[in-house]
């Protein structure tokens, strides 16, 4: 879930440092001692941002600590998560995943990206206890434990993308507010529960009801009971979508602690912070909600485009909803270097679009003069996201930018650079690139 508030000093100072310093590590790093210098990506007034273009991961978990923020990123050291996770704050705990670790069809919850708001609450002894509340806008208050959730609603397990809404912030020039993600924040598991739906029907909605408002168990960093850390909602046509689920099984397995276990929601195709961990409650209201994250620029994005840098008028934002197309390279990494002589590359990729479906992925070799169409896999089900694949004829030896850029089913295409700045960096979804050497 991602918050949309200032950060604190350690998340926008360190961290975001640690992030757009990606490219003096790793793969292309190791490049640079081939060729006798550094060789970031290619950056100039027309191109995709340098911030956009991730690092590879280290091929082995490291085994040394994380280095210092500055001198590369920081990896993350977390009981069953992948070390090649890279850390974006630590107060709250936020952590992307590069894009070759998500190469997977279904993305394994070790791999899956890290998006807190508030503390991490201690992991529950007995789930089957754990109540949830729908009330307000309501003919009958529900009160069910997880254990009566699971007993007499049938679950249904559907692979869907969880993208957090801050996900493309590193692209925004000059930098937007929050955590500068690349492109991991985002991650496409397989998610068993029940459809909100079903417990919305039981609890008999009233013609005043419009709105849902989500609350859960995580305490505010300030330790202060009285205040949520998030409490979002969305509109009730959205809630009543049967793909938005109270979950409780995350890949075949009880729902992590860390991923919002042991139950929580999931909106797809809008914001992860939608999709509230630790679900404690859900209000109906008979009004857009106005809880913490809901208000000023928070998952706001223009409705006229604003001059970058300037003052934003809260009158001039609108809720953030549908999320943006996107298309990531997940196979080779950035950085890979390939034998002398090599003439194709295999290319593998994803892609999703929000509420809609993507049409087509196209790769450049390049830098945008020409266009070769991938083969793009359907979708397992609705918000699922699009597998891709290439095969691209290499020229020469030497050094290429590959580019990935995706369509959606509305004809909207993914942009060069992150455009419609806000002042906390949403809607950022410029192409995907890496750079690989050949010889």
Known sequence: MERGTRPNAADGNNFSTSRRRLLASSGLAAIGAVMGGAMPLTRNGAGIPQAHAQAAPPAAP?????????????????????????????????????????????????????????????ETKNPDAWKITIDGEVNNKVEITLGELKSKYKAVTRRMVLECGGNGRAGFSPPARGNQWGNGGAGCAEWTGVPLADLLKKAG????????????????????????????????????????????????????????????????GWSGSASQKWLTRI????????????????????????????????????ILESMPVRSIITNPANGAKFAAGTKELKLRGASWAG?????????????????????????????????????VKLPTDGYFEIWARATDSKGAMQPHLAGFWNPQ????????????LVG
């Open 355 to 391: 509420d809609l479906t993507v049409k087509q992925v196209d790769v450049s070799l390049d830098f945008g003069a020409n266009w070769q169409r991938t083969t793009l896999e359907k979708p397992k089900n609705k918000y699922d996201w699009q597998r891709w694949t290439a095969t």
């Open 62 to 122: 490291p085994s040394a600590a994380a280095p210092a923020a500055g001198k590369g990123p920081q990896h993350l050291k977390y009981p069953g998560k992948h070390e090649g996770l890279v850390v974006l704050g630590e107060k709250p705990l936020v952590a992307e995943t590069p894009e070759s670790l998500l190469d997977d069809d279904t993305t394994p919850i070790d791999k899956f990206y890290i998006r807190n708001n508030g503390q991490i609450p201690e």
């Open 283 to 318: 209000t109906i209201r008979d009004r857009e909600h106005d809880g913490p994250g809901m208000t000023e620029f928070s998952y706001r994005t223009p409705i006229k485009p604003m001059v970058p840098g300037g003052k934003g008028d809260p009158a001039n934002f609108r």
């Open 205 to 268: 909605l009233k013609p005043s009801a419009k709105y849902t408002a989500h609350y859960a168990a995580d305490l505010h960093l300030s330790g202060d009971p009285s205040k949520p850390s998030i409490s979002r909602g969305v509109r009730l046509e959205k809630a009543m979508d049967p793909n938005t689920m109270i979950v409780w099984a995350m890949n075949g397995q009880p729902l992590p602690n860390i991923h919002g276990g042991p139950v929580r929601l999931v909106v797809p």
């Open 425 to 436: 960096g949403y809607g950022g979804n410029a192409m995907h690139r890496i750079a690989v």
